[in-house]
């Protein structure tokens, strides 16, 4: 096997690792961080929308219909989950592309060049995700409120307003935020680590003399 061949192939592993590496990343970031950490979050106590909804029913005497509730946060968190997938799932052809511009003069510029992409993608993704959310609290949970209550009353319908379509929304940005940054550092530290790894071999192994 010729050198060309033999550093080719050592590309390939790389570039194999690297998006399994990626795949594995994104899809953590997606079903663990944002959709079981954010979306539906681990305890029910801890469910931001239910909890505040309920508190300011509560103080305003009202009772909230159990199952009415649920049903239309159900629905809600259906699409917001299916919308949230769509968005990041392109993280890994972001990845993918940056692997297929690989300089084999400069494989480390791979990491630099994918941070720029991460980061530019992100900004992206977070005005995506604010439209999404403000579209789906307004027609999924806002104008289901007046189905969700016993009686009819315009101070729980305004304050539960301002509270999901304000505070909601920016809480659920901004934890996000948090999770994409988490990962992102995860995976260009490992890629990192990976690229490092190719050129050390392609420098010190006797196969490519």
Request: charged residues 35%.
């Amino acid at each position: 096997m010729v050198k060309e061949d033999i550093l080719k192939q050592h590309k390939e592993i790389l570039m194999t690792a690297g998006l399994e590496l990626a795949t594995n990343n994104t899809n953590s970031l997606i079903e663990d961080d944002i959709i079981n950490g954010v979306i539906e979050v681990p305890l029910e106590a801890m469910d931001t929308v239910k909890q505040r909804v309920l508190n300011i029913a509560k103080h305003n005497s009202l009772i909230l219909n159990s199952d009415k509730f649920n049903e239309v946060l159900t629905g809600y968190k259906d699409d917001l989950k299916k919308e949230f997938r769509n968005i990041f799932k392109r993280r890994i052809d972001i990845i993918k592309d940056n692997y297929s511009k690989m300089d084999d003069d400069k494989p480390l510029d791979l990491v630099k060049n994918l941070k720029k992409e991460l980061v530019k993608f992100n900004k992206e993704a977070k005005k995506e995700e604010k439209q999404v959310l403000t579209s789906l609290v307004k027609e999924m949970l806002v104008s289901n409120l007046d189905l969700i209550v016993k009686d009819s009353n315009s101070n729980f319908k305004k304050d539960a307003t301002k509270f999901l379509q304000t505070t909601y929304v920016k809480q659920i940005l901004e934890t996000v935020d948090m999770k994409i940054l988490v990962k992102d550092t995860i995976l260009l530290n490992s890629l990192k680590e990976q690229v490092e790894r190719f050129v050390f071999t392609k420098e010190n192994s006797h196969l490519f003399d």
